[in-house]
């Protein structure tokens, strides 16, 4: 009798140690998957926004506060504009957005939390923008990914 009870006790640890690694690696699981998302679109849309940014002919107005705005003028003298907003779904996620003479709010990229704009003064003709996009989401942590341009124009 004393003999089942241990091996009953043993078993009882080796399956709930089983079941705590279990649940701990799926959880684990999960969160990288977030991160690799997040970084996915920031990817994408620190890539869309610095094409752009390169192209413009100027840059029309800048607000760092709130998620962030950026305004310039293309070639063609169309307005572009970047903002954050809020996906209209049930998971109601942050996204960068980006409009034309103020139509069309279209997502760049989800998990888009914050657009930060600086612009450089180097005293000379050229023209340098430092952009760094901020992402997250659920528990996933906040990322950045960041980088500089410099208008052709």
């Not at 003999?3 to 959880?27: C, M």
């Amino acid at each position: 009798m004393v003999g089942l009870l241990v091996a009953i006790v043993l078993i009882a640890i080796v399956f709930g140690t089983a079941n705590l690694l279990f649940a701990f690696s799926v959880k684990t699981c999960y969160w990288n998957l977030n991160r690799l998302e997040v970084q996915e679109n920031l990817r994408i849309g620190i890539d869309r926004l610095s094409r752009e940014v390169r192209q413009a002919a100027e840059i029309t107005s800048i607000d760092n506060y709130g998620g962030g705005r950026l305004t310039f003028k293309d070639p063609h003298d169309n307005v572009i504009s970047y903002r954050i907003g809020i996906s209209g779904d049930t998971e109601a996620a942050y996204q960068l957005i980006r409009s034309i003479n103020g139509y069309g709010n279209n997502p760049v990229a989800r998990y888009v939390t914050r657009l930060y704009v600086e612009l450089e003064n180097t005293g000379t003709d050229v023209r340098i923008v430092h952009i760094k996009i901020t992402g997250e989401k659920g528990d996933s942590g906040t990322m950045d990914l960041s980088t500089t341009v410099t208008f052709r124009n």
